[in-house]
T-cell receptor, first 116, second 111 residues
Framework: SAVISQKPSRDICQRGTSLTIQCQVD?????MFWYRQQPGQSLTLIAT?????????ESGFVIDKFPISRPNLTFSTLTVSNMSPEDSSIYLC?????????????FGPGTRLTVL | QKEVEQDPGPLSVPEGAIVSLNCTYS??????FMWYRQYSRKGPELLMY????GNKEDGRFTAQVDKSSKYISLFIRDSQPSDSATYLC???????????FGQGTELSVKP
């Protein structure tokens, strides 16, 4: 298993500003993921971040809006840029550990973002 | 049409009841089926996973997958107030990587 922390746990931001969310894991992991959980909606994958390579973004998400850094095997950041109220959501990071038959994903506690 | 559909509830049951949570999906490539539990203001935690069709039991929880009907279920027996949470189904075509989640069902178990 893994212990995952995120900072900040919550924030209230003004329209047009940017927020960087940090994700720290207590073990070295290859794959880290960033998800968005909008009110009443399912968790949606934003991008996959592997250490040493560019993040891979899902359809509907672009690097200019959600730049991601992955400087080492235990840390990643997601920036929400030029925010609008539609970006109000919970942002979660997750990491994947290989098991005997399945690679389990462990999630952080999430960052609750409100954009005014 | 969403790839994974899940009734968002909310679902309220008395303590001791049997709870049935369900998801349907459209992508026949899905092979791995998961149920996550998410308590308020926490991240999701894996409850159970099943590969392909069949049943899997873990204590009071039973997961069922019917690939022919593209339908999965989670049953909770003897439900407890501590089971009150949002339950999310998730699926993937591969052993790891991208997960596709349902909307989540909010469950409340009343003492």
């Amino acid at each position: 298993s893994a212990v995952i922390s995120q900072k900040p746990s919550r924030d209230i931001c003004q329209r047009g500003t940017s927020l960087t969310i940090q994700c720290q894991v207590d073990s070295q992991v290859t794959m880290m993921f960033w998800y968005r959980q909008q009110p009443g909606q399912s968790l949606t994958l934003i991008a996959t971040a592997n250490q040493g390579s560019e993040a891979t973004y899902e359809s509907g998400f672009v690097i200019d809006k959600f730049p991601i850094s992955r400087p080492n095997l235990t840390f990643s950041t997601l920036t929400v840029s030029n925010m609008s109220p539609e970006d109000s959501s919970i942002y979660l990071c997750s990491v994947e550990f290989g098991g005997p038959s399945y690679n389990e994903q462990f999630f952080g506690p999430g960052t609750r973002l409100t954009v005014l | 049409q969403k790839e994974v559909e899940q009734d968002p509830g909310p679902l309220s049951v008395p303590e001791g009841a049997i709870v049935s949570l369900n998801c349907t999906y459209s992508n026949s490539a899905f092979q791995y089926f998961m149920w996550y539990r998410q308590y308020s203001r926490k991240g999701p935690e894996l409850l159970m996973y099943t590969y392909s069709s069949g049943n899997k039991e873990d204590g009071r929880f039973t997961a069922q997958v019917d690939k022919s009907s593209k339908y999965i279920s989670l049953f909770i027996r003897d439900s407890q107030p501590s089971d009150s949470a949002t339950y999310l189904c998730a699926m993937s075509a591969n052993q790891g990587g991208k997960l596709i989640f349902g909307q989540g069902t909010e469950l409340s178990v009343k003492p």
